[in-house]
């Protein structure tokens, strides 16, 4: 358990972090500080490589400590009905400040190409980390605790459709309209 809040921890001063960055990338293209812009796009990335490092270090213990001991404290006798890292202040603004950011991802795309390739590269790798994390743990085959009641769609497939979402925000003209809030 300790490893688990401990990296959790971790992972929402780094979430802070990004907000912080994305929000610095925000004000710079406004201004416009194509330097200052470039920077922040690069912390960003960065703290997404490392919020996908969070994710390995939080999960770093046997399927069966997530099993009898993990997963039980997550469920409605200890906490709320679907609870998620996404009830989290932080990473909802975190969503809401990507979609108000999608028409400025859209610039970035050509005017920042080398920074916004990696920060799209690091948001995916988050993800996928995240779900090398779920399918550890049997994500693979049980429903997201975030979703129990939604249907049979697995942990891993949830997040499979939330990185399809997310990632879009940075690729407007990705085809992607899928803007998931939640």
């Given at each position: 358990?300790?490893?688990?809040?401990?990296?959790?921890?971790?992972f929402?001063?780094?979430?802070?972090?990004?907000?912080?960055?994305?929000?610095?990338?925000?004000?710079?293209?406004?201004?416009?500080?194509?330097?200052?812009?470039?920077?922040?796009?690069?912390?960003?990335?960065?703290?997404?490589?490392?919020?996908?490092?969070?994710?390995?270090?939080?999960?770093?213990?046997?399927?069966?400590?997530?099993?009898?001991?993990?997963r039980?404290?997550?469920?409605?006798?200890?906490?709320?009905?679907?609870?998620?890292?996404?009830?989290?202040?932080?990473?909802?603004?975190?969503?809401?400040?990507?979609?108000?950011?999608?028409?400025?991802?859209?610039?970035?795309?050509?005017?920042?190409?080398?920074?916004?390739?990696?920060?799209?590269?690091?948001?995916n790798?988050?993800?996928?980390?995240?779900?090398?994390?779920?399918?550890?743990?049997?994500?693979?085959k049980?429903?997201?605790?975030?979703?129990?009641?939604?249907?049979?769609?697995?942990?891993?497939?949830?997040?499979?459709?939330?990185?399809?979402?997310?990632?879009g925000?940075?690729?407007?003209?990705?085809?992607?309209?899928?803007?998931?809030?939640?």
């Open positions: 358990m300790r490893r688990w809040v401990l990296g959790h921890q971790i929402a001063a780094l979430t802070q972090g990004v907000i912080f960055a994305l929000q610095g990338f925000e004000v710079a293209t406004r201004e416009p500080d194509h330097q200052h812009a470039r920077e922040a796009l690069k912390l960003a990335a960065d703290l997404l490589m490392a919020s996908a490092t969070a994710f390995r270090f939080t999960a770093d213990f046997p399927p069966s400590a997530y099993r009898d001991v993990v039980p404290s997550m469920m409605a006798r200890h906490v709320g009905e679907g609870f998620s890292g996404l009830l989290s202040v932080d990473h909802r603004q975190l969503v809401a400040l990507l979609v108000r950011m999608r028409p400025l991802m859209g610039e970035a795309v050509t005017r920042f190409a080398s920074e916004h390739k990696h920060l799209t590269l690091a948001l790798h988050v993800y996928e980390n995240h779900k090398f994390v779920c399918a550890q743990f049997v994500g693979a049980k429903p997201s605790l975030r979703c129990p009641n939604s249907g049979p769609l697995p942990g891993v497939e949830q997040l499979q459709r939330y990185q399809r979402a997310r990632v925000l940075l690729r407007p003209d990705s085809g992607t309209d899928a803007v998931i809030i939640e």
